[in-house]
């Protein structure tokens, strides 16, 4: 978690797009659309008064909508949201972010209806800037590193900076099955779909279960890289940043990032970098001699 960000969701999406899902995309540009995924931004804001985004994911496949992380919620703002006898909560961490700009919200005006047209809510980790719009998918299956999942409870999670008593009461993640091939110079994937376009890989470090997706384009792939680093400059620097488990590991992440992108075209997305939306815009690629 970066110390100071403001709400800013971005939605990937398929050429196919549900039917019930075509009307509201119909003011976009759609010129560059050639099959496979493009991926549309919508950014609220994305640096006010130094604030970094807090990025979320909807990617729409024809097998449905896959969300990935859920951003933080507008109660967040209110005292007495984050626990006051903890150091970072108290002193590194400022919240701008109003209830319009939750994800419920922001998917609501793309004709996207949470509980209707999500397929499953993929979570890279559990810190609360990530899990805290979980209540705007109810009944939705929510899938998530179970390492994760044990880190974040009990009196070690809260002194951790987690906070599992913000998780809805009836919450229950099935946990990722690291049972498909390799994807590039990570070893262990996970399909989401039966075309393999979308994959989560384990990328720990910033916490010991954490996880990314990859999203695959004609053109290129798509990283969404929860905090493997708060920004790209930071991966290309192989800079572990604040917030981590183990530096070593984190490292080790993002030099198989690197690796990965010295051998196809990816398009690098942390959820805190005020570049992701526009590198997702542009379809801007990590250049190879850069990693």
Known sequence: MPGRWAACQAVPYYDRDPPHLDRPFAHEDRSARAGGCRILPRPLRTDVDGLAPDLAWAVMHPEGVFVVDTGEIASATKRGYYPSWHPYYCTSLEVDIKPEEEIGPQLRQLGIVPERDVRAVVLTHFHTDHVGGLAHFPGVRVLASAADYRAAQGVCGRINGYLPGRLP???????????????????????????????????????????????????????????????????????????????????????????????????????????????????????????
Do not use: C, N, W
């Open 169 to 291: 009461d009836d919450f229950a993640p099935e946990p990722f099955a690291f049972r498909d091939g390799a994807v590039g110079p990570f070893s262990q994937s996970v399909a989401l779909t039966s075309d393999g376009a979308i994959t989560v890989i384990p990328t720990p470090g910033h916490t010991s279960g954490h996880a990314s997706v990859v999203v695959r384009r004609k053109e290129a792939v798509y990283f969404l890289a929860g905090d493997t680093s708060y920004t790209e400059d930071k991966l290309l620097g192989l800079e572990a940043d604040a917030v981590t488990s183990t530096p070593a590991q984190m490292r080790a992440t993002q030099e198989k990032i690197a690796a990965f992108a010295r051998t196809e075209p990816v398009v690098y997305l942390p959820s805190h970098d005020v570049g992701s939306v526009g590198r997702l815009r542009a379809g801007v690629t990590l250049a190879p001699e850069a990693v």
